[in-house]
Structure formats: C-alpha cells, structure tokens
T-cell receptor
Framework: DGGITQSPKYLFRKEGQNVTLSCEQN?????MYWYRQDPGQGLRLIYY???????QKGDIAEGYSVSREKKESFPLTVTSAQKNPTAFYLC???????????????FGPGTRLTVL | AQSVTQPDIHITVSEGASLELRCNYS??????LFWYVQSPGQGLQLLLK??????LVQGIKGFEAEFKRSQSSFNLRKPSVHWSDAAEYFC???????????FGQGTRLTINP
C-alpha cells in the first residue's frame, strides 16, 4: 500500500536533548512538508522541501532542522533551541509541479512529542 | 496576508441533523481551497477541494462545499450527520499545486445521539 509513515507514534524527550522524527513516503512525491499542531491553533508549517537536497523554512522554523537526502525521506530534528517542543507533528507530501501532478497534500499519522 | 478563519471552535449537532461548518479566507491570488478531517490522534484526510469550475464541490462521506468568491467563503455542509462524523475539521487555502497551505484553527464537531 502506498502512503506516508511516521515514527515513532509517541516520543518522550528530556529538556536539552535533540530528537529526530522520521517521515517516509512511498508515493513517489517530489515535495514533503512538516507541520506542528497545537490545540486551537490549527497546523503551522515548519519546513518544506520541493526536491531532494533542497528545503525552505516555513513559518515557525526556529529550533528545528531538516534534511532531504532521499526522495522518500524527510526527517525532522527538534533541537534543544526549540523552547516549547511539546506538540503533535505531522508530515505531508505531494507533487505540485511537473508531470504527474498530485496537488493534494497527503498526511501521515503523526508523532506526539512530549518534553518531560 | 493569507489567512483562514473558522469562526466556530466547537459545534454540537444531533445525529441526523444537517451541518454547516464555516470557512472564510483571505488570499491575494486565485485560491485553491481544501477541507480536511482529523480523528483524535490521527493524521488529516482530504474531504474535498476546489480550484475552478462548478462552485459546488462534492466530496467523500457525503460532504459538499460551496465556494462563494464574493463572500470569500468555502463552507462545508452535510445534509444528515452520523455519529462517525465526530472529528475535527480544517479548512485550508493555498496556491495551485497546494504548496505552503495556510490552515484555519479547526472546528471540533460533537454529535449527540
């Protein structure tokens, strides 16, 4: 089955530690996205990547970092510089440009990060 | 600035009743509009989308939405809700290609038996 997987589903971190959230897709999509979801605030874009080895900051990139070494993978690192990292993190993908356009963003099941 | 407003944070309706969830947007170019649904602790599922053509759009699970350019609105409707429709609903706007979507704050729907 094609889709987006995120792991782990739940993640606990001590203050001052970096942690990496995994996002993998087998939809052959070019673009991938990371969102943060907090109660009552909808989804806010952290980073996005339209192509391998390239990514752009979203609206709330401070304290986060990403890499895009493979088309299928877009891991997000929450660094110790992120002041309030406890949230639900969602990964999405689509193919907005070129041939085989899949404009709809498809979402993974999410990772809930809790800082202890 | 681009923005999406969902005026109702929480709505409660009885099973079998009709439903309308409101969405107002501010967007400088021709908008690409989406409605997503999220069950607790899950990812988002697309209900429907609109870019051009017929302003009344049909989606999955019996939902429909109407685009009204003059009112900058894209309200979601369902004639008769089922208990399984209880979830959170998000409206989003973006460019053609759906990069950099802007989401509303969400509307939580509760269904009374």
């Amino acid at each position: 089955d094609g889709g987006i997987t995120q792991s782990p589903k739940y993640l606990f971190r001590k203050e001052g530690q970096n942690v990496t959230l995994s996002c993998e897709q087998n939809l052959n999509h070019d673009a991938m996205y990371w969102y943060r979801q907090d109660p009552g605030q909808g989804l806010r874009l952290i980073y996005y990547s339209q192509i391998v080895n390239d990514f752009q900051k979203g609206d709330i990139a401070e304290g986060y970092s990403v890499s895009r070494e493979k088309k299928e993978s877009f891991p997000l690192t929450v660094t110790s510089a992120q002041k309030n990292p406890t949230a639900f993190y969602l990964c999405a993908s689509n193919s907005p440009l070129g041939t085989g356009i899949t404009d709809t963003q498809y979402f993974g099941p999410g990772t809930r990060l809790t800082v202890l | 600035a681009q923005s999406v407003t969902q005026p109702d944070i929480h709505i409660t309706v009885s099973e079998g009743a009709s439903l309308e969830l409101r969405c107002n947007y501010s967007y400088g170019a021709t908008p690409y509009l989406f409605w997503y649904v999220q069950s607790p602790g899950q990812g988002l599922q697309l209900l429907l989308k609109y870019f051009s053509g017929d302003t009344l759009v049909q989606g999955i699970k019996g939902f429909e939405a109407e685009f009204k350019r003059s009112q900058s609105s894209f309200n979601l409707r369902k004639p008769s809700v089922h208990w399984s429709d209880a979830a959170e609903y998000f409206c989003a706007v973006g460019p053609r290609g759906a990069q950099k979507l802007v989401f509303g704050q969400g509307t939580r729907l509760t269904i009374n038996p």
